[in-house]
């Protein structure tokens, strides 16, 4: 198992590239399910959560060809309407085909997820509202099955709460069900609306996109496209966090900044200096960052999927700063790691407080989950001393390259086996 070696004290300097986001790539792939014709998508980032969706395509008859970060996909004959445990029980993601497989096929049978270490993470909202769109649905043997042998049929589905892949896996499958579904309580993140701009070129009739009520004309069929991605704003976030937290002069290239409004606001009132064009963020910080207060929300909120990081940055912060995460239920499994490096963290429920230490001291850690590893290399950057974080392969799910990317700005990172 690979292991990160960090030796902090080094501000981060220079540029760094932003990939497309793992989070649109997810649902775009699933989406390609939905037509015959050949799918074409940019700028996919590398990564292990991708490739577990490329093998689950083509676990299901799809073929996929993969150039650098462009992937051709092609869902002519789908031979299997499944998502078998081996392949969801590594990435929850996979529910996401759900919806296009009983859309496309009249029927699919995807392994029900387990829980994770950031909660238990059902997926009520996606069944509920596919049967609302007239799917007859099992769970049996650890497995959803969904049949729909004449097809799904326009419906009017509010989701009890906010649901970001489940609003993505009716969204597509609304795209082939016979007349109108109206979405109501739906997710408005950028990434649902870089899909329904994919489902749009494919030719699906959609309207209201980004705002929390979504109308789908349903059509007979979907066509081929190409599609480039939007940049990764979780990526970007966890770099525009690492570059003011180690004091650096950092500029992060295609990105999109009107994603980052709320961190970028956080980050201001903590004395970052933030500047930002139409596809670059340029962060400066020259002294220590002040605390403050963040609450996680859905977007246009603070990111859940930044919490981690941004806690990473209040360990050294002057202050006392409060971290209340409202989406998941037990995120906060990176405290326990950053205490070992000497953070001044108490946890109370589903919220955190953090009081700034001088300094933060190399440790030997452990990473829990994607995001939460990603606040441990973020403190391991400014310890005093060198940090060992084992069980990298959580970053490698959802990161493109972050050593290298960090070691481009001076970071003094290496992998080892
Ligand atoms: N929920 C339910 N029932 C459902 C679905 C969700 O109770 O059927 C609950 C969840 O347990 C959670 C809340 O609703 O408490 C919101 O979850 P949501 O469904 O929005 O999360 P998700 O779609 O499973 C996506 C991202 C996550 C990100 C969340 C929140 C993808 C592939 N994953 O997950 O990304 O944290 O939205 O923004 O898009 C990550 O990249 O590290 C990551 C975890």
Known sequence: MDKFVIQGGQPLVGEILIGGAKNSALPALA?????????????IPRVRDIRTMEKLLMYTGATVSV???QVNVR???????????????????????????????????????????????????????????????????????????????????????????????????????????LIENAAREP??????????????????????????????????????????????????????????ELTLQGCAPEHLDALIAKMRQAGATIESGPQSIRVTASGKMRSVDITTEEYPGFATDLQAQFMAMLTEAAGIGFVTETIFENRFMHAPELARMGANIRVEGR???????????????IASDLRASAS??????????????????????????????????????????
């Open 351 to 365: 919220q955190a407080i953090v009081a700034g230490v001088p300094r933060l001291t190399g440790a030997q850690v």
């Open 75 to 181: 869902a002519e004959n789908l031979e299997k309407a499944e998502a078998p445990y081996d392949l969801v029980k590594t990435m929850r993601a996979s529910s996401l085909v759900l919806g296009p497989l009983v859309a496309r096929t009249g029927r699919a049978r995807v392994s029900m997820p387990g829980g994770c270490a950031i909660g238990a993470r059902p997926v009520n909202l996606h069944v509920s509202a596919l049967e609302k769109l007239g799917a007859e649905i099992r769970l049996e043997e650890g497995y959803i099955s969904a049949e729909a042998p004449s097809g799904l049929k326009g419906a009017h589905v509010v989701f009890d709460r906010i649901t970001v892949t489940g609003t993505e896996d009716i969204l597509m499958a609304a795209t082939l069900a016979q007349g109108e579904t």
């Open 376 to 417: 441990l290399v973020l403190a391991a950057l400014v310890a005093k001393g060198e940090t060992i974080i084992d069980r990298v392969y959580h970053i490698d799910r959802g990161y493109e390259k972050i050593e290298a990317k960090l070691a481009q700005a001076g970071a003094r990172i290496r992998r080892v086996s």
């Open 191 to 248: 990434e649902v609306q870089d899909l329904a701009a994919l489902l749009i070129k494919m030719g699906a009739r959609i309207e209201g996109v980004g705002t929390s009520t979504i109308r789908v004309q349903g059509v007979s069929e979907l066509h081929g496209t190409r599609h480039a991605i939007i940049p990764d704003r979780i990526e970007a976030g966890t770099f525009l966090i690492a570059g003011a937290m180690t004091q650096g």
């Open 67 to 69: 150039t650098g970060t």
């Open 31 to 43: 989406a390609c399910l939905l037509t015959k014709e050949q799918v074409t998508l940019q700028r």
